[in-house]
């Protein structure tokens, strides 16, 4: 009837948002393992899509922590490594002048400024610059004594370890958190890299999208949710996420 409202269970909670202009389509609710996932994923091998998503897991750890890591193993517990490592460490570091707070940031701060302007290079000639830079700059830095060879190569890999992940937007944010890792970590060691992920993990967990908790389906947690987000087949997910709330269950 005319002036009637409709019951709120039969409205859509999925809202694709789009902007004349822009390239970007935005969907709401979005919620963190939605930024993992690819849409490669849902029509390749499904093994190899499973693969793909631990794999992108992982890579999200690596750009968090090997720096704040390797922080705190030359800076607060060498005692973590077996004797002959601590040697080798020691020795590669002999020539460095500044603690290991100062030569990660610095390197990390080194390889975004490489990151952003291989962004505003042309494309015929970006990624090449970016590649041999980062080669040119670890190599002259390294042979300089400025920093350790185990530094150079943890940078490398959390540097590859960013771009792994499908939606961009997500790893800005990442990329800020290393930071404050980073500089935590250097006051107060494997007690500052605790606190912090256990603050991050707060702020994600006690976080909601319109209404969805961010960090659905694992908390609350939901199996066949998951399971329908980790197995991508599009022949045999015939219905939206429960977390979504939607009246339409069939996609």
Do not use: C, W
Request: glycine content about 6%; proline content about 6%.
């Amino acid at each position: 009837m005319k002036g009637q409202k409709l019951p709120a269970q039969t409205y859509l909670t999925e809202i694709l948002i789009m902007v004349n202009g822009s390239n970007l389509a935005l969907t709401v609710p979005h919620v963190f393992v939605e930024f993992i996932d690819s849409g490669d994923d849902h029509y390749d091998n499904v093994y190899i899509s499973v693969f793909n998503k631990i794999l992108r897991y992982f890579a999200i750890v690596f750009t968090l922590t090997l720096s704040p890591l390797y922080i705190i193993v030359v800076a607060f517990h060498p005692d973590f490594l077996p004797p002959n490592y601590i040697l080798a460490l020691a020795a590669s570091r002999a020539t460095v002048p500044i603690n290991a707070l100062v030569e990660a940031f610095s390197m990390e701060l080194a390889a975004e400024l490489l990151r952003e302007a291989t962004i505003r290079l042309p494309k015929q000639i970006g990624p090449a610059i970016g590649i041999v830079g980062t080669i040119v700059v670890g190599e002259a830095a390294v042979g300089a004594g400025i920093v350790s060879p185990l530094m150079v190569i943890i940078i490398s890999l959390a540097t590859l370890s960013s771009f792994s992940i499908p939606d961009f937007t997500i790893m800005n944010s990442i990329r800020i958190l290393k930071f404050g890792l980073i500089i935590i970590t250097g006051i107060l060691g494997l007690f500052g890299l605790v606190m912090g992920l256990t603050a991050v993990m707060i702020s994600l967990l006690s976080a909601t999208s319109f209404g969805v908790p961010y960090m659905s389906p694992i908390v609350p947690f939901n199996f066949k949710d998951l399971k329908k987000y980790f197995i991508s087949d599009v022949i045999k997910s015939k219905t939206r996420p429960e977390y979504a709330e939607t009246s339409d269950k069939t996609r």
